[in-house]
């Protein structure tokens, strides 16, 4: 059985690369560049259809919490940058809603002003 289209012999092998079958499920692949500081995201067979882009964002995103579940495997870094992933995903390409970020806590929200008052007196005091 010969695999295409996924495997790691399609990005050395042109040979490979393009043996796409039209039934394969839609995918996408994320990756974070660090130089321009944005998403780079790349669809296979998802041509410009929205609801198969929704549907290989969802297949990624159960593949990432597949990856996160599991106990061992990945260093700290790299469940991060899952995470990261997960999340960008959630947020640009499904109806889901991604975990809510610590300053939704309200005890974060208080300390975080309780530091802005005392900023702006330093300030005043400085004056």
């Known amino acids: 059985m010969e695999r295409c289209a996924?495997?790691?012999?399609?990005?050395?092998?042109?040979?490979?690369?393009?043996k796409m079958s039209p039934e394969e499920t839609p995918r996408v692949e994320c990756e974070f560049d660090r130089a321009t500081r944005a998403w780079k995201t790349r669809w296979f067979n998802c041509d410009d259809d929205e609801?198969?882009?929704?549907r290989a964002a969802e297949h990624r995103?159960?593949?990432?919490?597949?990856?996160?579940?599991?106990?061992?495997g990945l260093t700290n870094r790299e469940k991060r940058e899952l995470?990261?992933?997960?999340?960008?995903?959630?947020?640009?390409?499904?109806?889901?809603?991604?975990?809510?970020?610590?300053?939704?806590?309200?005890?974060?929200?208080?300390?975080?002003?309780?530091k802005l008052r005392w900023l702006a007196r330093k300030a005043d005091a400085k004056k």
């Open 6 to 18: 996924g495997c790691a012999r399609a990005k050395r092998d042109s040979t490979c690369a393009g």
């Open 51 to 54: 609801a198969a882009r929704a």
């Open 61 to 72: 995103i159960e593949q990432i919490d597949k990856q996160l579940s599991a106990g061992h």
């Open 83 to 114: 995470a990261k992933e997960r999340n960008f995903l959630q947020r640009n390409f499904t109806q889901q809603e991604a975990p809510r970020s610590r300053l939704d806590d309200p005890r974060k929200l208080k300390a975080a002003g309780k």
